[in-house]
């Protein structure tokens, strides 16, 4: 499977929480983390969408290191969300991340009747504007999904638990800030599917 389809759920989420407003779709700077871009062991990532950049689906499908979210986009009906005007800000969980579930939960997300919390879990990494890495500051900054992740920024940028790993994955409805775990709202317990 593709990790873009993670990405793709989380743009799909901020795609509707756009289209609730006709005000700005970015993050307000209070709500949006701001400090230096977390250290990588990847290569630094452009900071403006070239001009052949795709939406955040295209681009997260177009990285291999995606596969499992690009089908878990696809499996939550999102795609068409994220395909669409945004901004979005997509913190996106590598194939590794999903390994690192426990054995056998994604294939349960994917089965049809888990839908509503695979839309769920990907809305929650999905936050409307495009957020920056130069603008990433601490606090609880609400997800498309409807609850609150906390950001921090203490030796290096988290989100909830997962460390991001790469920053600034542009795309021409967003951004892409990749991290190394999934991240379960609160009120999801995997252990009941």
Do not use: W
């Not at 929480?17 to 993050?27: E, I, L, Q, R």
């Not at 913190?91 to 839309?119: I, M, S």
């Not at 504007?129 to 203490?154: H, K």
Request: glycine share 6%; with cysteine.
């Amino acid at each position: 499977m593709r990790k873009s389809g993670l990405f793709l759920v989380a743009a799909a989420s901020l795609a509707l929480v756009a289209c609730g407003s006709d005000d700005d779709n970015t993050t307000p700077a209070s709500e949006a983390p701001t400090t230096e871009a977390p250290a990588s062991t990847e290569a630094p990532m452009e900071t403006e969408a070239p001009a052949e950049a795709g939406d955040i689906v295209a681009v997260a499908s177009s990285n291999a290191d995606f596969e499992t979210l690009v089908a878990a986009v696809s499996a939550a009906g999102l795609v068409e969300t994220l395909q669409g005007e945004g901004p979005f800000t997509v913190f996106a969980p590598t194939d590794d991340a999903f390994a690192a579930l426990p054995a056998g939960l994604v294939d349960k997300l994917l089965l049809p009747e888990n839908k509503d919390v695979l839309v769920k879990i990907l809305t929650y990494h999905v936050v409307a504007g495009q957020v920056l890495a130069a603008d990433v500051t601490a606090g609880d900054v609400p997800t498309v999904e409807g609850q609150t992740i906390a950001i921090s920024v203490d030796g290096g940028v988290k989100v909830n638990d997962a460390n991001v790993v790469a920053t600034d994955v542009l795309a021409s409805n967003g951004v892409i800030h990749v991290i190394d775990a999934v991240i379960l709202p609160p009120d999801v317990d995997p252990s009941a599917l």
